[in-house]
């Protein structure tokens, strides 16, 4: 009998140290070294009981002993060889007489040796307090592309960090607590909420300023570098025709660039900025009527790229939908807008501004404009009263001025009648 052996992967550095024998289709290597005879070592197979399990019925164990040692090897396990789950191992053996050869499958066994006295290291008990993402993070660290580990060891410095900024407000909000009190922080916030969430979307507002016009600064409604960009587009507004007035007008949503383009200087200055500020106007005004909101907004009016930018920059908020990124409209964003309208309106007509003809060119209530106005810390002003015959030429709109030093308005809160017990 010859043996031979067939591999579908060949590996030299293996057959240099290895001893091959033919039990029952079995090849054999030795870790510690090369085998000088082979005919005195005694092989024992032993198998799992469990049969019926897929998992168990294949699993052996190999022993090997010697006149000075023994051996021992598994094909399961982690001393088990790799290489028997990625390659294909055969057996072949040539009969001389008939010279026809018979191909065996074959595993390789790694056998070890097993010094006395030595402990076998037992297996870890598996820590049963692991959450599934703590399992996933070793899984990662272990066996993660470089990208995988990467994003792990960012999120474990956010993680890091948000614990650290928690315990630093939470020490905060008790010096604090500690320092003032509970009822004084309780005071101050009712009086900083009274405005609620429109002093979020207000312009930028300077109440310690000595002149009406810097408490809110055309500089921040309109830079010099866009107020310059309005320079083509103001022309235009300035020579719009009263027939083109009139279709304004009855169009019924710029009734405050009408007022102010019909009240406009002849020449100078102030002709050129009221008409560029009519032409921002009804941008703003235009863009409080929609929903949603594309990247060609004004350009059939003419408007420039850089105020393109801003009004979608500032008045509008990206959203996700059906994979595409919109520019949506909201209800805060509405209330800014009607903020900024009203602080371009005091600029245009000396520090007073028409409530009624602004909330229905915006499409909002009249309530809600005065919400803003009061937020805005403005002065209502209340029509005169006028004679009885008088009253058909009476002027009902609502305006309001700016006023030094700013108004502030308390809160109103309803209070709900309790129903009497019978």
Known sequence: MCLLVIRISTITNVLKQTCFLLCFSITVRFSNGSVQNEDGLDFTMFKNTDQSNPRKKSMRTLVAETDSLSYIGHNFGVKSLKCNTLCKYYVGVLNRQTMQMEVHNAQLFNMQPVIPGETTESEKPQDTTQTYRDKVDSLIEAFGTNKQKRALSSRRLNQVGSDTLQHAVAKAANSVIDKKGLEALQKEVAETEYRGDLALHLPPCNASADQRDNVYAFDDLLTPVEFGALEQAGSKMAAQTPEELKMMRDDGRYLCVVRHLEDMPTVGEDREKTARCAFYLSLLLKL??????????????????????????????????????????????????????????????????????????????????????KSMGLTLIKPARAKSEEAELRDDHKRVALVLPLVKYEQFTERRKRKKMH
């Open 288 to 373: 409080a009527r929609q929903r949603s909101v594309s990247r060609k907004f004004g350009q059939e009016d003419g408007c420039p790229r850089i105020i393109q930018n801003k009004l979608l920059k500032t008045f509008t908020v990206e959203t996700f939908n059906s994979g595409r990124v919109q520019n949506m409209i909201s209800a805060s964003m509405r209330a800014k807008l009607a903020a900024y309208c009203l602080a371009l309106l005091l600029h245009m007509g000396h520090m007073t501004a028409d409530l009624t003809l602004l909330h229905r060119d915006l499409a909002i209530t009249e309530a809600r404009m005065i919400e803003v106005a």
